[in-house]
């Protein structure tokens, strides 16, 4: 069955540049930043200018969700790189970070998940018509799937419930080997949005390492 957390129910913390709400983390109860946690999901405002959390063995997925826009400084090697609203970021959590608002406080929705997990995210306009979201894992594979209400008002159906989310609440599902189910999402109001991001632990992930790029962005669209 699906993880349903509400916004009221997520967990609120600081972090050097602002505010952090942890809305998951599996295994439940495990120890983060830096312990035997697999995945970690959460929000977080970038109010000023500060370095990101270190993560051992980590990779990050990053997307500003409100804001004027995030400028991410990595060290070893220097690059920086923009990031306006809806944009994603994947980065090793390993790499020295240092993140800067381009005008005011930033908003952003993170996964942290071990290396040699895969990860992505698409942004859903939520029209007044009854759409699919469709959930597969791959053969031997562990899929984790995430939808968060990025604003307004919407219905999710799937599982045999029905469940209303509101602006920042947020479900969690997962399948293993070879499963697929399909979400079915109605809009409630006109602003009606949600992020489809999604963790995926393919076979043999344990033995290998993430040869993903230390960052990347993508026009597609962590205790940061």
Same mark, same amino acid.
């Given at each position: 069955m699906p993880l349903y957390v509400p916004f009221f129910q997520q967990q609120p913390g600081t972090w050097p540049g602002g505010q952090v709400h942890?809305?998951?983390?599996?295994?439940?109860?495990?120890? *983060?930043?830096?312990?035997?946690?697999?995945? /970690?999901?959460?929000?977080?405002?970038?109010?000023?200018?500060? %370095?990101?959390?270190?993560?051992?063995?980590?990779?990050?997925?990053?997307?500003?969700?409100a804001g004027r826009g995030l400028r991410l400084h990595f060290r070893q090697p220097d690059e920086t790189t923009e990031l306006a609203t809806g944009e994603s970021c994947t980065?090793?959590?390993?790499?020295?970070?240092?993140?800067?608002?381009? %005008?005011?406080?930033?908003?952003?929705?993170?996964?942290?998940?071990?290396?040699?997990?895969?990860?992505?995210? =698409?942004?859903? %306009?939520?029209?007044?018509? =009854? @759409?699919?979201?469709?959930? *597969?894992?791959?053969?031997?594979? %562990?899929?984790?799937?995430i939808v968060y209400?990025?604003?307004?008002?919407?219905?999710?159906?799937? /599982?045999?419930?029905? @469940?209303?989310? =509101?602006?920042?609440?947020?479900?969690i599902y997962r399948l293993t080997e070879s499963a697929a189910a399909t979400l079915f999402v109605t809009g409630r109001t006109p602003d009606a949005s949600l992020l489809f991001a999604y963790v995926l632990t393919p076979v043999q992930s344990t033995t290998s390492r993430s040869t993903?790029?230390?960052?990347t962005t993508s026009h597609s669209a962590t205790s940061s």
């Open positions: 942890e809305i998951f983390r599996d295994p439940l109860g495990s120890d *983060y930043p830096n312990g035997n946690y697999r995945l /970690w999901v959460g929000t977080a405002t970038i109010e000023r200018p500060a %370095d990101y959390t270190h993560f051992a063995n980590a990779e990050r997925l990053h997307i500003p969700l980065f090793s959590g390993e790499r020295p970070l240092h993140a800067i608002p381009a %005008d005011g406080p930033v908003f952003a929705f993170n996964l942290i998940y071990r290396q040699g997990q895969i990860s992505g995210a =698409r942004f859903v %306009d939520v029209k007044a018509k =009854r @759409q699919a979201l469709p959930l *597969y894992a791959p053969p031997g594979a %562990d899929l984790t799937q209400a990025v604003a307004g008002e919407f219905l999710v159906d799937g /599982w045999g419930k029905s @469940q209303l989310m =509101r602006a920042g609440d947020t479900s993903t790029s230390h960052s």
